[in-house]
């Protein structure tokens, strides 16, 4: 199967700065790779998604990086808020199989 | 109107009991599948299910196991819970293994 690492496991940013998570995937048939945001007591939800034929893509204050040669992907926030504080999934698709990073916990301080 | 859902929240039993937990999408989804939260927030794979192909990880005791009645279910029966079976378990499902993944909204099962 695939194996995505993610990086860093917590992360703290005072509210306004910009945040970054970084993920790691193993297989290049991987083709697919959303990223989830689980706020306390929910559950997962999409917040961007990239495919593999495509190099960036962003949604007002989020974007996601894909380099396909070296096999990682980012996530990017933008002014950051204090709702943006969450924990933060990213994940690969091979063989209609989601595979999942260990999350990022990201508190933003007002 | 719930997209996937999945009963019952919260679950407490004793160890050696057999559980089961169930899940429906009403979004036409032809692929589903259960994820393991635990402690440390780890989503793990389970079980990935579509009419035509059952992919189990090899990781997952053979006590789980996975019964879809329908296209729009799948539940998840245990049989034997352990300790360590405590967790949250979410069920989801997507188009494909290419399009974005709706999640239920998970069921904390306590083993005590």
């Known amino acids: 199967g695939e194996n995505v690492e993610q990086h860093p496991s917590t992360l703290s940013v005072q509210e306004g700065d910009s945040a970054v998570i970084k993920c790691t995937y193993s297989?290049?048939?991987?083709?697919?790779f959303p990223w989830y945001k689980q706020e306390l007591g929910k559950r997962p939800q999409l917040i961007i998604d990239?495919?593999?034929?495509?190099g960036e893509k962003k949604d007002q204050r989020i974007a996601v990086t894909l380099n396909k040669t070296a096999k990682h992907f980012s996530l990017h926030i933008t002014e950051t808020q204090p709702e943006d504080s969450a924990v933060y999934f990213c994940?690969?698709?091979?063989?209609?199989?989601?595979?999942f990073g260990t999350g990022t916990s990201l508190t933003v301080i007002p | 109107d719930t997209a996937v859902s999945q009963t019952p929240k919260y679950l407490v039993t004793q160890m050696g009991n057999d559980k089961s937990i169930k899940c429906e999408q009403n979004?036409?989804?032809?692929?589903m599948y259960w994820y393991k939260q635990d402690s440390k927030k780890f989503l793990k794979i389970m079980f990935s299910?579509?009419?035509?192909?059952?992919?189990i990880n090899e990781t997952v005791p053979n006590r789980f196991s996975p019964k879809s009645p329908d296209k729009a279910h799948l539940n998840l029966h245990i049989n034997s819970l352990e300790l360590g079976d405590s967790a949250v378990y979410f069920c989801?499902?997507?188009?494909?293994?290419?399009?974005?993944?709706?999640f239920g909204q998970g069921t904390r099962l306590t083993v005590v």
């Open positions: 979004l036409g989804h032809d692929t």
């Open positions: 990239i495919r593999s034929n495509v």
């Open positions: 989801a499902s997507s188009q494909d293994g290419g399009a974005e993944a709706f």
């Open positions: 297989d290049s048939a991987s083709n697919y």
């Open positions: 994940a690969a698709s091979l063989s209609n199989q989601f595979y």
């Open positions: 299910y579509n009419n035509k192909e059952l992919i």
